[in-house]
């Protein structure tokens, strides 16, 4: 279920389920990783639990998401143009 508000905190668990359902598949296993590793969504630490903040982890997936394309040549002709 994604929450109807971006200031709701998550449990590690519940942002992956909720990132999944808005179409952002991933587990909590990378949420884990990328928090001890860097490059994951900021969160706050609460009784030794992470907590995330909805509309940040949104705004973390969104990020990483490319433009819309018809075909894997408008990839190949962006690189190109770079």
Known sequence: MVPNTDDALLT????????TAAG??????????K???GGGPP?????ARALYRWGDALAWARKFT???????SE????????
């Open 12 to 19: 590690r668990e519940r942002v992956a389920e909720a990132l």
């Open 24 to 33: 952002y598949p991933i587990s909590p296993r990378t949420l884990a990783t």
């Open 35 to 37: 928090a001890t590793r």
């Open 43 to 47: 969160y706050a630490i609460f009784a």
């Open 66 to 72: 490319s433009a819309t394309r018809c075909s894997t």
């Open 75 to 82: 990839a190949d002709a962006q690189r190109v143009a770079a």
